[in-house]
């Protein structure tokens, strides 16, 4: 996978690459899918949502910029693949699912795993959390169809945002600060499961 699929597709950060080395997917799917876990595309978690294609999630994790000493927000836990991957990667991982199911497994999994640098809480990621505020970066795996304000409001001015935008025709989009305002990138087309709101 990750000769084939990330690093043949320019994905270059060694510590993203280590990261995708130690996380074993596998653990994260459900045992039917187990002989796909490695594979080139999304595989279904349960409750109608989605494990991201591997070569998203490196792109979306190598976007942030992310060092050792980062603290990051995740909006979007589903099966907390792309958090181990950001706990491999950075020091402190805020995480958000609005599935209550998807979040207590995720939780019990990584855990498991010894995971101990992620906060976890249930609920609407589009407010983000203000209370640990700000974050170095930020990553969303549901699409809202407009960025919302809260995100860009915890997010540090060195900081970045992974995010897909949009109802039909998704777009990756990375935000960074640039002058007086927070400077638009478009990445990529994408597909990932709307934002939902409680
Ligand atoms: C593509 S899946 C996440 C994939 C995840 N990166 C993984 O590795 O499994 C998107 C997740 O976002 C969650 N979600 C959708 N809207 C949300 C919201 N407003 N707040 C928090 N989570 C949300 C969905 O329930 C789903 O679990």
Not at 104 to 123: C, D, F, K, P, V
């Amino acid at each position: 996978m990750v000769e084939t699929q990330l690093r043949s597709r320019g994905i270059k950060e060694p510590r993203v690459l280590d990261a995708f080395l130690r996380v074993p997917r596998h653990r994260f799917v459900g045992v039917q899918y187990r002989n796909e876990a490695y594979a080139d595309y999304p595989l279904p978690i349960g409750s109608g949502q989605t494990i991201s294609q591997p070569y998203i999630v490196a792109a979306m994790v190598e976007g942030l910029g992310l060092t050792s000493g980062s603290k990051v927000l995740e909006i979007g836990t589903g099966c907390g693949y792309q958090t181990a991957i950001l706990a491999e990667v950075a020091s402190q991982v805020y995480t958000i699912e609005i599935i209550p199911e998807l979040a207590q497994h995720a939780r019990e999994l990584l855990e498991s795993l010894g995971y101990s640098t992620i906060h976890y809480r249930i609920g609407d990621g589009a407010l983000g959390w203000p209370e640990a505020k700000p974050f170095d970066g930020i990553v969303v795996s549901a699409a809202p169809s407009r960025i919302p304000d809260p995100l860009l409001e915890q997010l540090d001015h060195s900081g970045c945002c992974m995010i897909p935008v949009g109802n039909n025709k998704q777009v990756l989009k990375r935000l960074r600060w640039v002058g007086e305002g927070w400077k638009t990138e478009s990445m990529m087309a994408v597909r990932f499961v709307p934002m939902t709101s409680l």
